[in-house]
């Protein structure tokens, strides 16, 4: 089973929000309002995006690759544990 199924109906709730964020941006531009409102949606969104892509990546790596939670006094699940809070910081 795929790390994305567990979490399955959380993932797609994000992903509809994440569209009606989409969705109000093209209604913004659609409606000619102001670029600084634009603006602050486009970022509200790209956040969202970032939060989302950050969450499946640590799971990925979790899953995929090693989790740092199994043995963390091993080397590789410090350094697994290294790239998930570098991720992380990187996608804020």
């Not at 659609?30 to 892509?53: F, H, I, K, S, T």
């Amino acid at each position: 089973m795929a790390h994305t199924s567990k979490d399955k109906l959380k993932l797609l709730a994000r992903v509809r929000r994440i569209g009606g964020q989409v969705a109000a941006i093209e209604k913004a531009l659609d409606e000619d309002q102001e670029c600084g409102r634009v603006l602050q949606q486009l970022a509200a969104c790209r956040g969202a995006l970032n939060g989302l892509m950050g969450e499946i990546i640590e799971g990925h790596i979790r899953h995929h690759v090693i989790d740092p939670d199994q043995d963390p006094a091993s080397e590789q699940a410090q350094a697994a544990q290294e790239l998930i809070d570098v991720l992380k910081t990187y996608l804020k």
